[in-house]
């Protein structure tokens, strides 16, 4: 499985940017997916996550209500739209893909390259 992000860049505060993660697997709907994030200097901190279905999703509190994550599962991908944007969202953004219910920290079968997120203030 190969997992491709992409959709960062360099965004002013309050802006907006909008990830996109596209898996090379043809069982895509058995894996639940998720974005993670990596700050300089920081440890990796799960970001969102979505169901198998689509029908569930989880959220960091410090996400909430700005960041909606969702996915096309005939096409293989898993978005990010990132909206109002602060600077602390600056980080290196990384998808991961989980076969099962849910995708868990420490538990993860794979992982995109990742895609840089710069907000400016």
């Known amino acids: 499985v190969q997992l491709q992000a992409s959709g960062g860049g360099l965004v002013q505060t309050g802006g907006s940017l909008r990830l996109v993660c596209t898996a090379s697997?043809?069982?895509?709907?058995?894996?639940?997916m998720g974005w993670f994030r990596q700050a300089p200097g920081k440890e990796r901190e799960f970001v969102a996550q979505i169901s198998r279905s689509g029908l569930t999703t989880n959220y960091a509190d410090s996400v909430k209500g700005r960041f909606t994550i969702s996915r096309d599962n005939a096409k293989n991908t898993v978005l990010l739209q990132m909206n109002s944007l602060k600077p602390e969202d600056t980080a290196v953004y990384f998808c991961?893909?989980?076969?099962?219910?849910?995708?868990?920290?420490?538990?993860?079968?794979?992982w995109g390259q990742g895609t840089q997120v710069t907000v400016s203030s």
């Open positions: 991961a893909a989980q076969y099962g219910l849910e995708v868990k920290w420490g538990g993860v079968d794979y």
């Open positions: 697997v043809r069982t895509f709907s058995g894996y639940a």
